[in-house]
């Protein structure tokens, strides 16, 4: 079975537009796993544009399934992943200017930073994934660093259309078996939505779905509940391909 990690940090964005309590993403965190959801995912930025170090503690003290936190490199952020209490963490470039996440983890350039954070992060029992463009090189320094999970970025194959989606797909394909072969597990995730999602969801060896803004835009209009209910039903009809 495929775990969906439901990624509650546009819940937040809606809420910080008033700078107010609500909408709370941990009670959007806490349906969804009422839904079905297997895991919870939250983004704690260094500029904390939307989730915000209390939400951190919040969720960690409510949820009853997996807490996985995305987290920069910089050391205040790394500081804060290792008393977070979270299942897992998963390293993510991070820049001020950028709307979302937008590229892989630079994995060659950090191996250094890496070689040097995730034993302190494994020392926590804290299991470590690297989100990484679907490529070779950065699959082989992953490993070489001995991260437990990759997280595909699926973000191109998403903008993608037409022949130009299918030879994303056809990356993304080759990305998870060369992942596997390197004995890491193989997490997938950004830009995914309803249409989108079934191809990814046959992916060899995928583990784990990270999605967020598609579930929080549905949820507007279907209500929690439906939106990951819809979309554990789409994960489960790519699965069976
Ligand atoms: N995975 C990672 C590493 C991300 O940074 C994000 C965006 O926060 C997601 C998955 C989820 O992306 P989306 O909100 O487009 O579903």
Redesign the pocket.
């Known amino acids: 079975m495929i775990r969906l990690h439901v990624?509650v940090?546009?819940v937040a964005t809606l809420r910080q537009a008033r700078r107010g309590a609500r909408p709370d993403p941990v009670e959007w965190a806490l349906q969804a796993e009422d839904a079905g959801a297997h895991g919870i995912t939250c983004?704690l930025r260094r500029d904390r544009r939307h989730f915000q170090d209390d939400d951190l503690r919040r969720v960690r003290e409510r949820i009853r399934t997996l807490l996985n936190l995305?987290s920069s490199l910089h050391p205040e952020m790394i500081a804060i992943a290792l008393e977070s209490g979270a299942d897992e963490v998963?390293l993510?470039p991070e820049n001020r200017q950028e709307i979302?996440?937008e590229g892989g983890l630079d994995v060659v350039r950090e191996r250094a930073r890496l070689a040097e954070v995730i034993p302190r992060l494994r020392a926590k029992g804290i299991a470590v994934s690297l989100?990484v463009d679907p490529e070779p090189d950065p699959l082989a320094a992953a490993a070489e660093v001995e991260a437990e999970y990759v997280?595909l970025h699926t973000g191109c194959y998403a903008n993608a259309s037409g022949e130009e989606r299918d030879a994303e797909l056809e990356r993304l394909v080759a990305a998870a078996e060369r992942a596997h072969a390197l004995g890491l597990k193989v997490n997938a995730?950004?830009?995914?939505d309803y249409d989108n999602v079934e191809p990814v969801a046959r992916l060899p060896h995928l583990r784990e779905l990270?999605?967020?803004?598609?579930m929080v835009g549905r949820a507007v209009f279907v209500g929690v509940e439906r939106a990951v209910k819809e979309m554990l039903a789409r994960i489960e009809a790519g699965a069976r391909g």
């Open positions: 990624n940090d546009h983004h995305e998963c993510v979302t996440t989100f997280e995730g950004h830009g995914l990270n999605i967020g803004h598609a």
